[in-house]
Structure formats: structure tokens, C-alpha cells
T-cell receptor, first 116, second 113 residues
């Protein structure tokens, strides 16, 4: 069975300061991992994905994440927060199923607040 | 402009009524999914479909039904048997097994009173 733990339900940073959103995972397989962002009352947008290539993954809007197998972590970072980054962020692990579908297991989310 | 559309954005129903949520994609994706999102929780899988005329139950299928008559469309019916239907519903699709990420629609917020 696979699972994802997002270690902080809420993170608050000042605009221009670094962002760190923490995620630990558990998977029986060599996992695929994702970060998605959700703005209020919107769908989820894929920020970045790790699929066993480079361990440092760069995504959209200046975000990146590092896959650390020894620590079973996939933390999301950004050097400098912008007001538009305020949203809910989900760490997700994928379990490939037979056929064409994939099963995603979602963390409970981290709400990022950015203050002036 | 490719993507996933869900309609309507907001839906209100009385208890005891069935309601159908629409999901359409023009990404030519084989697999489609329905999720439910409640406050403070991650997404939970309701149903998924890998090909036309085939679908499988997810983790919380009770009180829901789906159909997949066309590759582009995967409507979800919330039946009166669903005990707590008020939630945000998200539809997603994915290309194939080699690309596990899913792409999401904008969601439908259903309120049942």
C-alpha cells in the first residue's frame, strides 16, 4: 500500500522569502511522485513530477522538488515566494494499475499563505 | 484549446434527487477518473474508466454511478443513496500507463439540502 504524509497543514511565509512544503511517502514500488496546486474553487494543476529520472525536478512557476529515497521525502521548494503562490498544495504518489489507468494517492494538503 | 471541462460549476439539489455531473475531455486520453474533495482532506477516488464501456469502482463508489459511452465523456450520477453528497467533485484524465500524471477539470461544487 502507498501513502503520503504532508507534514504541515498550513505554512505562512512573507513575500520574497523561501518556501518549503514537506512531504514524506511510503510505496511498495519505485514511486512516481507529483506536486499539484489548487487555487480556491479551482481544479488541480500539475506543478512537477518525478518518474525515476533526475532526483531534482524543476516545475512551473519556479518550484522544484528533490526526491530523496533514503529519507522517503519529496519536499517542494521555491527560492522566493510571490503573492500569487498562495494556494493549497498536494503531494501525490502514483501506483500504476493494469491497463491504462493510474491510481493516485493524495496527501491531505498544505495551505500556503503569503503575506506582504 | 485542449482540456477538461466540467459543468455546471455550481449545482444545488434537494435531498432525495439524483443529479448528474458532466465531464468532457478533448485530450484524446484513454483513462478518466472522478474524485470527491471535502474540506481538509485530500481527493478520494470514486470511479475510474480505462476504455469506453468499461469502468471500475474506486475507494468510495457507494451512492454513485457512471457511464463511459464515448471516449470524451465520463458523466457521474450522484444518487439519493449517497448519504453525504455535498462536496467538490473533480474529473481527471490521463494518457496511458507510461505517463501517470492526471489532468484535472475545474470542478463542480454540489450542494444538497
Amino acid at each position: 500500500a502507498q501513502s503520503v504524509t504532508q507534514l504541515d497543514s498550513h505554512v505562512s511565509v512573507s513575500e520574497g522569502t523561501p518556501v518549503l512544503l514537506r512531504c514524506n511517502y511510503s510505496s511498495s514500488y519505485s514511486p512516481s511522485l507529483f506536486w499539484y496546486v489548487q487555487h480556491p474553487n479551482k481544479g488541480l494543476q500539475l506543478l512537477l513530477k518525478y518518474t525515476s529520472a533526475a532526483t531534482l525536478v524543476k516545475g512551473i512557476n519556479g518550484f522544484e522538488a528533490e526526491f530523496k529515497k533514503s529519507e522517503t521525502s519529496f519536499h517542494l521548494t521555491k527560492p522566493s515566494a510571490h503573492m500569487s503562490d498562495a494556494a493549497e498544495y498536494f503531494c501525490v504518489v502514483s501506483d500504476p494499475m493494469t491497463g491504462t489507468a493510474s491510481k493516485l494517492t493524495f496527501g491531505t494538503g498544505t495551505r500556503l499563505q503569503v503575506t506582504l | 484549446d485542449g482540456g477538461i471541462t466540467q459543468s455546471p460549476k455550481y449545482l444545488f439539489r434537494k435531498e432525495g434527487q439524483n443529479v448528474t455531473l458532466s465531464c468532457e475531455q478533448n485530450l484524446n486520453h484513454d483513462a478518466m477518473y472522478w474524485y470527491r474533495q471535502d474540506p481538509g482532506q485530500g481527493l478520494r477516488l470514486i470511479y475510474y474508466s480505462q476504455i469506453v464501456n468499461d469502468f471500475q469502482k474506486g475507494d468510495i463508489a457507494e451512492g454513485y454511478s457512471v457511464s463511459r459511452e464515448k471516449k470524451e465523456s465520463f458523466p457521474l450520477t450522484v444518487t439519493s443513496a449517497q448519504k453525504n453528497p455535498t462536496a467538490f467533485y473533480l474529473c481527471a484524465s490521463s494518457r496511458d500507463r507510461g505517463a501517470y500524471e492526471q489532468y484535472f477539470g475545474p470542478g463542480t461544487r454540489l450542494t444538497v439540502t
